[in-house]
């Protein structure tokens, strides 16, 4: 079990490092073709895309605790009748078999293991320090033999459920004192906990991707064989649709980065696409980012692709 969750915090350490890095390091315009005759590039939404992802990493979190999670521990004992030869004169006395049983959330078998010779039960107090140094109560059913104890389950009852533990002990101590009982079931079924981790990890799954989706996506078709620019605009992947232009590259006179002042702390650089009419299209603004701005040398670089792209022969 430990050596698991080792693992599964060095696979997210992995992940956050390699978001961190996509956030820092990646370029929010996203070149897909370059050719002599076509040029393609999209403008995404980097910050709600490592939001959304990470919210993800939330709902994988949980996934695995369903895996990984006891939701059901049932104990099962049984009295064994033993015939015992003292002096030729043969009794009867029996003896306690048990078998504490695991499940999986499906139902399936996850370990079994036998305890012979039960004698007793008792709830166990422990003690833990919490960051801010408050003492938390916490509560173990061990089952005891005459060789060993043993937890009733790997995870401890809180203070709020101690009332349950108690009652497990009870129900335990109630069959020893009774011969004649023959059986005895203990179930703890925590398969609600189970339905509650299903529910967080489709919940964040889904809100990670709506956050994603909900960035605007801008793709840019610079096309000479058909002497066309394409602009589409979209949200939510496109589902609901595109707001696409089309204009013609013998329209286009320049294209340049252009810084806009809205005050005295505020500046906002644009990509604008200058045509024969006079009309300034913008293309790339620095809210379409997500994060530091478009990047005032990304923009630049952009403007230097496209220029070359359109006075290449």
């Known amino acids: 079990m430990e050596n698991t969750n080792s693992l599964l915090n060095y696979v997210l350490f992995a992940i956050d490092l390699i978001l ?3 956030l820092v390091r990646d370029k929010n315009i996203q070149i897909y073709e370059q050719t002599q005759n076509k040029l393609r590039f999209i403008v995404q939404p980097k910050l709600l895309r490592f939001i959304g992802f ?4 939330i709902g994988i979190i949980y996934l695995y605790a369903i895996f990984m999670f006891i939701p059901v521990t049932q104990l099962d004992c ?6 015992i030869d003292t002096s030729n004169i043969e ?5 306690i078999i048990c078998q504490l049983i695991e499940f999986d959330f499906f139902g399936h078998q996850k370990s079994q293991k036998q305890i012979s010779g039960l004698i007793g039960s008792r709830l166990e107090k422990q003690t833990k320090t919490d960051r801010d140094g408050k003492i938390i109560y916490q509560y173990q059913v061990q089952l005891l033999t005459k060789t060993e104890s043993l937890p009733f389950r790997r995870t401890t009852y809180s203070d709020y459920f101690s009332e349950e533990a108690e009652l497990i002990v009870l129900k335990v101590k109630n069959f020893l ?5 023959k059986t005895l079931v203990v179930k703890q079924d925590d398969t609600l906990v189970g339905y509650a981790a299903i529910g967080i ?3 964040c799954l889904l809100l990670g ?5 909900s960035g605007s996506f801008i793709d840019f078709n610079f096309d000479k064989e058909s002497n066309s620019l394409g602009i589409s605009r979209y949200k939510w992947f496109g589902i609901l649709g595109k707001v696409i232009l089309v ?4 329209e286009v006179v320049d294209i340049k980065v252009k810084s806009f002042n809205y005050g005295e702390d505020s500046t906002d650089t644009r990509v604008i696409l200058i045509l024969k009419s006079g009309e300034r299209v913008s293309l790339i603004g620095s809210y379409n980012s997500g994060f530091f701005n478009s990047g005032f040398q990304e923009q630049q670089e952009i403007v230097k692709t496209i220029k070359s792209f359109l006075t290449a022969n």
């Open 247 to 250: 204009y013609s590259l013998n």
């Open 20 to 22: 961190i890095c996509d």
């Open 78 to 83: 049984n009295h064994v009748l033993q015939n």
């Open 91 to 95: 009794q009867k006395s029996s003896k």
């Open 201 to 203: 990890t489709i919940f």
């Open 54 to 57: 990470f919210i993800g990493q």
């Open 209 to 213: 991707l709506l956050i994603i989706a």
């Open 177 to 181: 004192a009774q011969p004649l009982e």
